[in-house]
């Protein structure tokens, strides 16, 4: 699959082949959605808690004798029907944290991929020089590329300088390429990649290739 290769002016310098194997590979829906749900289930922390009547301070003393008040019977003032007692079906820690094969997430990830490319939501750039912080320069960046809503930016690599120049941006997120994940790739309406991520990319989600690297858990 071949898409324009622009530069940071929104110019055409050529074209760039994408792997078809990544971004023209079946989307499985079924596996993007588990996939989404594993990721949003693992954000969670689980540290919700409740106190039982056996956790809740007091009630120790009986609040009155058993017969002869005309009132019903009462052990504790800290049962679940007093005021200020226990709690019964209410929620305590837990994980949340669900697994999936490693197979599976990176046919989610494909999957996510060659929708972005079905779509046409995808731009690919020739580089990203810059050598100071400069976030208008990427706010003129992605207005020359007719980037819609968001954005999410993939670079090869850890780079600091763009980084800072994008995260005053409230719709753009970097991303270093090894890390890419259904989450990211459907939250964010254009996919911008640069020329030199995409080793990177094919590198752990290309059929042919055996890379280490790891995506976003």
Known sequence: MQIPLKNMQGQQVGTVELPDDIFASEVNQAVMHQALMRQLANRRLGTHNTKT????KGGGKKPWRQKGTGRARQGSTRAPHWRGGGIVFGPHSRTYTQKMPRKMRRLAVRSALSVKAQEQQVVVLDGLPMTSPRTREIAAMLKALEIGRSALLVLPATDATVEL????????KTLHAGYLNVR????YETLVLTQQALPVIASFLGLD???????EE
Do not use: I, K, M, W
Request: glycine fraction near 14%; charged fraction near 25%.
């Open 209 to 215: 290739e055996g890379g280490d690297a790891t995506e």
């Open 53 to 56: 009547r056996s956790f809740v």
């Open 184 to 187: 990211d790739l459907l939250g």
């Open 165 to 172: 120049s994008t995260r005053n941006l409230p719709n753009v």
